[in-house]
T-cell receptor, first 116, second 112 residues
Framework: DTEVTQTPKHLVMGMTNKKSLKCEQH?????MYWYKQKAKKPPELMFV???????INESVPSRFSPECPNSSLLNLHLHALQPEDSALYLC???????????????FGPGTRLTVL | AQSVTQPDIHITVSEGASLELRCNYS??????LFWYVQSPGQGLQLLLK??????LVQGIKGFEAEFKRSQSSFNLRKPSVHWSDAAEYFC??????????FGAGTILRVKS
């Protein structure tokens, strides 16, 4: 099973709301990723967790707060977002955080976020 | 730093015709190269990858890609396109920390 699941599928929130995105994998992978993808653009890496510890933060604003409570679960907490944060948020996982992309990343279907 | 260029933003191909999507990379050492496909509103699915060895790589769904070091290219091909192949295709190169550096993507339209 190479499935990464993400909930919710769609989310609409106001700029003062607090919401969370959830990502789950049961492949025994130890690295998990959050990407942001704007319309007609490639995915941009936001965060990487390795063995439940934050390994990479690509200078993401603090209104995005990741959390990895266990090896199968990755959350992205959202607070005080701006309309320009509207995008598809993709989660991915890989076996490890090795080398130069040599650990294949498996992507979830994404959460379509709209900030009003 | 690594970078990827996909020169074609859109490509339209007739169903049953052959397909080639172009990808050029910039990286000094031997690159790790990937092709992903994304259907509308969906996540990315890995089609194939090249790490080393045979420069012609076979992937899923009948796709193949050829690594040409002299041209810094990793073009994706399919001999006969099906309507279900309509999607966006991303070429990517691996970077340290298991990162992927994506190209801008090529949208494939298939006409019947």
């Amino acid at each position: 099973d190479t499935e990464v699941t993400q909930t919710p599928k769609h989310l609409v929130m106001g700029m003062t709301n607090k919401k969370s995105l959830k990502c789950e994998q049961h492949m025994g992978h130890r690295a998990m990723y959050w990407y942001k993808q704007k319309a007609k653009k490639p995915p941009e890496l936001m965060f990487v967790y390795s063995y439940e510890k934050l390994s990479i933060n690509e200078s993401v604003p603090s209104r995005f707060s990741p959390e990895c409570p266990n090896s199968s679960l990755l959350n992205l907490h959202l607070h005080a977002l701006q309309p320009e944060d509207s995008a598809l948020y993709l989660c991915a996982s890989s076996q490890e955080l090795a080398g130069f992309g040599t650990d294949t990343q498996y992507f979830g279907p994404g959460t379509r976020l709209t900030v009003l | 730093a690594q970078s990827v260029t996909q020169p074609d933003i859109h490509i339209t191909v007739s169903e049953g015709a052959s397909l080639e999507l172009r990808c050029n990379y910039s990286y000094g050492a031997t690159p790790y190269l990937f092709w992903y496909v994304q259907s509308p509103g969906q996540g990315l699915q890995l089609l194939l990858k090249y790490f080393s060895g045979d420069t012609l790589v076979q992937g899923i769904k009948g796709f193949e890609a050829e690594f040409k070091r002299s041209q810094s290219s990793f073009n994706l091909r399919k001999p006969s396109v099906h309507w279900s192949d309509a999607a966006e295709y991303f070429c990517a190169v691996g970077a340290s920390g298991n990162k992927l550096v994506f190209g801008a993507g090529t949208i494939l339209r298939v006409k019947s």
